[in-house]
T-cell receptor
Framework: GNSVTQMEGPVTLSEEAFLTINCTYT??????LFWYVQYPGEGLQLLLK?????DKGSNKGFEATYRKETTSFHLEKGSVQVSDSAVYFC????????????FGSGTRLSIRP | DTEVTQTPKHLVMGMTNKKSLKCEQH?????MYWYKQKAKKPPELMFV???????INESVPSRFSPECPNSSLLNLHLHALQPEDSALYLC???????????????FGQGTRLTVV
């Protein structure tokens, strides 16, 4: 079946550090890929998405590129801020999963001032 | 308006109570969802409504009863819950259910439910 694997957290970085959160997926067909962010005490917000191979999603300084050859969708940001502290979920949706959104386990990110 | 609004934000209920969670969206989305999220876990899908009809029930116990009165509203009726049902309940909507490219979901802030 379809699945998403993302790096275990928590991840702790200093402000202005470079961020990578790894995400790989298993899916038949051509899934759409997403990163969602959940700030403390809140619901999920769509951070960025990519719907086909080699697409790059970007938002708020975050980027992720849909790599079909490596089945990956790693999240990156060049310079993190304290306000980026949150839980990040990689997710996919595809016809083969009846269009359900399948989430990874989440990665908790903490940024030190 | 890109908001999904959930009420109440917090709810404490006894095991014999009946309560309802409410969700509203005005984005013209035709698919609406209920998810359950336990602490430090990803959301788990409970129900999907597509064009106001129940499309998916992920083997949820009958003490949870969803209702979709119209295309903008989604309710979750709760009765005889157990303490282990305490969680964050998230509502979401998406443009439709039929195409993978359209299934980015917009989430509400959630209702934090405590069953005592």
């Amino acid at each position: 079946g379809n699945s998403v694997t993302q790096m275990e957290g928590p991840v702790t970085l200093s402000e202005e550090a470079f961020l990578t959160i790894n995400c790989t997926y298993t899916a038949t067909g051509y899934p759409s890929l997403f990163w969602y962010v959940q700030y403390p005490g809140e619901g999920l917000q769509l951070l960025l998405k990519a719907t086909k191979a080699d697409d790059k999603g970007s938002n708020k300084g975050f980027e992720a590129t849909y790599r079909k050859e490596t089945t990956s969708f790693h999240l990156e940001k060049g310079s993190v801020q304290v306000s980026d502290s949150a839980v990040y979920f990689c997710a996919l949706s595809s016809y083969s999963s009846a269009s359900k959104i399948i989430f990874g386990s989440g990665t908790r990110l903490s940024i030190r001032p | 308006d890109t908001e999904v609004t959930q009420t109440p934000k917090h709810l404490v209920m006894g095991m014999t109570n009946k309560k309802s969670l409410k969700c509203e969206q005005h984005m013209g989305h035709r698919a609406m969802y209920w998810y359950k999220q336990k602490a430090k876990k990803p959301p788990e899908l409970m129900f999907v409504y597509s064009y106001e009809k129940l499309s998916i029930n992920e083997s949820v116990p009958s003490r949870f009863s969803p209702e979709c009165p119209n295309s903008s509203l989604l309710n979750l009726h709760l009765h005889a819950l157990q303490p282990e049902d305490s969680a964050l309940y998230l509502c979401a909507s998406s443009q439709d259910w039929s195409g993978a490219e359209n299934t980015e979901a917009f989430f509400g802030q959630g209702t934090r439910l405590t069953v005592v």
